[in-house]
């Protein structure tokens, strides 16, 4: 059995496990920081709806629930420490300065609206919740526009994984072999670009 084989296996035992609250807990933990990204759990969770073992729109609510809440620990962490964590630590998280500065020109731009937007673009979606915390949008329109952007972002991926069903699986396991490669460029990638922060980082100082 290859790694992704593994991972998926767990992510499916899991949550056929503990139902539901697996669906809300494991997009709990992604809407916060993403260890494991929404794109394998919701489309298993709509994978597992089509043999009748759960209710596609309740699959779809759990893990918008659990978007939602997640996101919203992490708008809290950083509307409570500010952007100074931001500028310590966000380089670890993939949000440096210049992220930043695009965040606020975007939610300038397109206010509320970027928030929901924001959930349904990936490599986005993952972030969106920390500028927001820090330019201290108003709580409850942060909440009511992040549900609205993670139910229509994991109705799209649940849905997938309903109407695919075992090709779902399938196409995973298609994946077999490749696995370790897939494994080491990720891998490569982030420490590439961890390296090149690090050392735009020290530039910048060098420069001040």
């Known amino acids: 059995m290859g790694i992704i084989d593994s991972i998926n296996q767990i992510i499916i035992d899991f949550i056929s496990s503990s139902g539901y609250l697996g669906i809300?807990?494991?997009?709990?933990?992604?809407?916060?920081?993403?260890?494991?990204?929404?794109?394998?759990?919701?489309?298993?969770?709509?994978?597992?709806?089509?043999?009748?073992r759960f209710s596609l729109p309740l699959v779809i609510l759990a893990g918008s629930l659990g978007a939602t809440c997640g996101s919203s620990v992490a708008y809290g962490i950083a509307r409570a420490l500010g952007r100074p964590i931001v500028q310590r630590y966000g380089r670890y998280i993939f949000l440096d300065e210049r992220k930043m500065d695009k965040a606020d020109a975007w939610f300038k731009k397109w206010g509320n609206w970027g928030i929901m937007i924001g959930h349904t673009?990936?490599?986005?979606?993952?972030?969106?919740?920390?500028?927001a915390g820090i330019f201290k949008m108003d709580f409850k329109r942060f909440v009511l526009f992040t549900f609205l952007g993670a139910s229509i972002?994991?109705?799209?991926?649940?849905?997938?994984?309903?109407?695919?069903?075992?090709?779902?699986?399938?196409?995973?396991?298609?994946?077999?072999?490749?696995?370790?490669?897939?494994?080491?460029?990720?891998?490569?990638?982030?420490?590439?670009?961890?390296?090149?922060?690090?050392?735009?980082?020290?530039?910048?100082?060098?420069?001040?």
């Open 153 to 208: 972002w994991n109705t799209v991926l649940a849905s997938a994984g309903y109407l695919l069903g075992e090709y779902y699986l399938e196409f995973w396991q298609a994946l077999e072999g490749w696995d370790i490669v897939i494994l080491v460029a990720v891998v490569a990638g982030v420490a590439a670009y961890l390296l090149y922060q690090n050392r735009k980082a020290k530039e910048q100082k060098a420069d001040e």
């Open 24 to 52: 809300f807990f494991a997009m709990f933990v992604e809407g916060i920081l993403t260890p494991i990204p929404s794109e394998i759990i919701m489309p298993f969770a709509g994978y597992l709806a089509s043999t009748g």
């Open 121 to 131: 673009i990936p490599g986005v979606r993952s972030v969106i919740s920390f500028p």
